[in-house]
């Protein structure tokens, strides 16, 4: 039976099993930088160690605080009904009235209709790329699907195929034949990439994040809604870390001047405490890949897609996400940047603070100090990426923080707090990196 105590024992005991038994790499770089990883419970959406410490976590996946008790509660009353989790049928009421929501959903003001009708769910935010890398191929039977140079799309074969060139993508080849990427921003290579009538799909993420947090240049969204429409390659917009209101917008796609074929979405559609993603197109894309016969219809298909009870937690996860709370991230989100702006301004450690609502990147100047290198600290294996950003981190988890870099450029760091965070920890937090960063500029 699954009791208090079995949940107690797991976490008296599996931290040391993770080590043991999952990533010993990861447990121990975990240990090496200081950072929070014996965490015990959860505290008002905030983590606490087992040293009683409270920890803020600005990683990005859990937008309405840790564990927040409406999801909770929303899945204590699925688990105490008698309703099915599983429908051998397929045919899958929670599944429906999910995606009949989140169609609705992406309405924007002022449109007549919404602009996606069909909705595919999985569990991962690559599992969701890859229905995109199908639907793409399936509608227009064309080879090429192309991404944008320092992306991140997910580590599934296909999807890991569209990232940026390094550890996530370079050791897994050959990759999946078609797939490659454009130079960012570059309105030349687009046209000329698409002019060959081949490509059957580009993927963006309307900010890269991972990246180093560099928005799409207005201008190279609008060649790509006009380019991809003449050349009949779906434009499919990647917004698992942009979607679900972390702009401060329902979607960062909302505003482009044509709604992408496809958005995708992950990370916080579960609420944070269970996994799924969704790929959202028009009902007539969905028609011309699968619905032409019954043969066709689960040809792309997970067993779990869209399980009662994570949407479940996605439902009560979206009842959270009204518009008023996106409004609050729009508005709290410009003052944080424009805060963390002023305060750092001046440091010769820092560079620029770029982003969009409370999806934020502070990047760092590099410094060849050799106080600051990573050989000073005995990991040599690393001295090849910036160091800057992973010392601040470090600092920052001693303070209360959890930071990190951004995945394909250690020099940014990425901060993307709760929705909920309230301004007065915003503004803590920006005094707080000022103080660090300040002391790491004192050592150089
Ligand atoms: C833009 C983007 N796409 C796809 C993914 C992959 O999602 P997952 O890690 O859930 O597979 C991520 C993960 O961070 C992401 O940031």
Known sequence: MTTQSTVARILREGFDDFREFVNPLVALRAQLAAEPSAV??????????DEGR?????????????????IARALLEFLESDSPSWFPSRVNPYAGSLARRLCERTRATG???????????????????????????????????LSLEGAYHGCTMGSCGLMAKGVFRDPFEPHVPGLGALPFGDLDALAGAL??????????EPIQLEGGVHPLPANYVAALCELTREHRALLVADEIQTGLGRTGRFLASETWPRRPDVVLLGKHLGGGLLPISAMLTRRELWERAYGQNFETAEAHNCTFSGSAPVCVAAHAALD???????ARVRELG?????????????????????????????????TDHPWLSFEHFGMSDLSGHPSVGLLLCHRLYKRGYFCFVCGHDWSVLRLQPRFTI???????????????LSELCALT
């Open 111 to 145: 449109e007549p209709a919404p602009p996606y009708s069909n909705v595919y769910f999985s569990n991962s935010g690559s599992e969701a790329v890859e229905a995109a890398l199908k639907l793409a191929r399936a509608v227009s039977r064309r080879p090429r699907v």
């Open 195 to 204: 002019r060959g009538g081949d490509v059957a799909a580009i993927v963006v």
């Open 54 to 70: 409270v920890i803020e976590d600005f990683h990005g996946t859990q937008a309405f605080g840790h564990r927040h008790p409406a």
């Open 40 to 49: 015990h419970h959860v505290d008002a959406g905030r983590l606490v160690t």
């Open 422 to 436: 309230e301004p007065e920890r915003l503004a803590e937090f920006t005094s707080v990196v000022r103080e660090e």
């Open 320 to 326: 959270l996400l009204t518009g008023e709370l996106i």
């Open 334 to 366: 410009a003052s944080f940047r424009r805060g963390l702006t002023e305060a750092l301004a001046g440091l010769p450690l820092f560079d620029e603070v770029r982003g969009d609502g409370l999806a934020v990147g502070i990047a760092l100047e590099g």
